[in-house]
């Protein structure tokens, strides 16, 4: 008789339905280790009073005494190395001893509810407390609050590449991979509970992981709502996978890291960064139909708020949104956001409004939008995007500003893929923006920003014809005024630029932004100029002068 010694236990905790079966006669097959089948089921039985077509002959065949099973059959004593113990994950009821999981290894199996929900059905009425997938994530949390953090496993990446995942899984479990675990005989198994002929006749059938059916069935509309409620569970858990089947690409480091835990305000309500998104049915999805400004926090104040919320809702009503969200409803939005954040010096927010939240049905039409708008608050530890000390370098870009400035909604479209283009046309030529010319050949603006030259002490800047009338362009020109400088705003060649004294840019990104070289040519002598730095100074004192107050928070009495 072979001693008997205490085995290294192996706990694989999944939803029903999940693989978990096949896995447990992949793991069958290695000569070191023992199988047991759902040891808990019982227990779970007894405790909950759920029925069952084998209840009764299960009670009277299995030891119902949740404790005494995990002490003396989980964590008994055993005739091989590992001990594998197949778990569903609902049977983990709180009257069991904490043992269960602060001993042994632990991992997670999940599989796609829209796989899951079909098959399960046939058997057994499917709900959400019988999936038990919030019992999954319960689990998960725990041993990970115990630091011991699982590894999760995706049954479709069994289903894709067999070896790769389990060498994957022994790997993370610190056990040997054996080849034997890629194929079992076909037929019933002495390791099977006494329930199999009524839940296992297809894997009875199989000698291995089969790839999933390319072409499934329907899924059936009675099961919809019991889907949406249970794939956020799903996908919870897989985030925490190691993506065999769909490598994540390398996670590239944040300019700021501060901003990787920041919270959004999307719709109603302030999310977590990875949780904010929109739906496939928004309208900025469907036809990228949206408006949005950028602003900027200084000094626990924003910068020229109504200025931009006047644009914001002049932009929106040119292009016909209905269910608009009041003015107050969105201050109250954007001062949440920072206040929420913690934000109240140098962060910027970029403010976007879609049509709709949802349309009825796919496609461009403003008629399908029924639902109101979505309302969007970004708001981002940010310092000014450009060099306003070194000074940055422009280069004229093929592309051409050649739709007027206005809000018409297909002109409004193409205007921003030209800022795209110009933009690519920059990175290509490793400059920090692209001067855009409009149909007649003169400077229109850059791809984000306003311009201004300084020729002989006269400040020009053109024309709003064909660039955004900018709210930092607006506001430099009141300063030129108030410095007593003389402003021109005119059509501006290409040449002048390339032979002006002094550029600059502005925006709300970037502020007032001094340019040292144009297509290769320096600007005066290469050098930010001292009108630049006059305004620049200009620009920073009104910044801490003005604005509009982030509300104070106040701990209740």
Known sequence: ?????????????????????????????????????????????????????????????????????????????????????????KQRLPDLSDDITKKGKHFILIRNPLDILQSFDKVIPSSFNELGLGDLICIYTELCAAGNPPPVIDAAELQEDPEAALRGLCEDLDIPFQA?????????????????????????????????????????????????????????????????????????????PANEKILVWVGDELLPRESAMVSVFDSVVQGGDSVWEGLRIYNKKVFKLEEHL?????????????????????????FKTLIRNGMFNSAHIRLSLTRGKKVVTSGMSPGFNLYGCTLIVLAEWKPPVYD??????????????????NL??????????????????????????????????????????????????????????????????????????????????????????????EVWTTGTMGELSPVLKIDGRAIGDGMVGPITKRLQNSFAKLTEELGVPIPTYHQPA
Not at 211 to 233: D, G, I, K, M, T
């Open 388 to 405: 306003n000390t070194g000074g940055i370098t422009l280069v004229t870009a093929t592309t051409r500003r050649n739709s007027p400035n």
């Open 1 to 89: 008789m072979a001693e008997e010694i205490e085995p290294e236990v192996i706990h694989s905790w999944s939803a029903p339905r999940s693989l978990s079966t096949s896995l447990m006669y992949s793991f069958a097959q290695r000569d070191d280790t023992e199988v047991l089948d759902e040891p808990l089921y019982a227990h779970y039985l007894m405790v909950t009073g759920v029925d069952r077509p084998y209840r009764e002959e299960l009670l009277s065949k299995m030891i119902s005494d949740g404790n005494k099973v995990v002490n003396n059959i989980i964590y008994g004593p055993g005739g091989k190395k590992y001990r594998y113990c197949k778990h569903i994950s």
């Open 408 to 501: 018409d909604s297909k002109i409004h479209h193409n205007n921003l893929l030209n800022n795209i283009l110009a933009k690519i046309e920059g990175n290509n030529a490793s400059a920090d923006d692209a001067i855009m010319l409009d149909k007649d050949g003169y400077v229109s603006e850059t791809n984000a920003t306003n311009i201004f030259l300084v020729k002989k002490g006269i400040v020009m800047t053109p024309h709003a014809d064909y660039c955004l009338p900018g709210i930092t362009r607006a506001t430099v020109m009141e300063l030129v005024r108030k410095e007593n400088l003389v402003l021109e705003e005119r059509r501006i060649s290409l040449s002048e630029f390339h032979t002006a004294d």
């Open 310 to 334: 006047d644009r914001l809702f002049d932009s929106a009503k040119a292009l016909a949104f209905n269910n608009v969200p009041t003015r107050d409803c969105v201050k109250e939005a954007i």
């Open 180 to 256: 034997s675990m890629l194929k079992w005989e076909a037929g019933p198994k002495s390791v099977d509970g006494m329930w199999a002929p009524w839940w296992y006749k297809s894997v009875h059938n199989s000698t291995g992981f089969s790839r999933a059916v390319n072409y499934p069935p329907a899924f059936p509309q009675s099961l919809y709502e019991l889907l949406e409620q249970s794939l956020p569970f799903y996908n919870m858990l897989r985030c925490h996978t190691r993506q065999r089947r769909f490598p994540k690409l390398a996670r590239p480091s944040l300019p700021v």
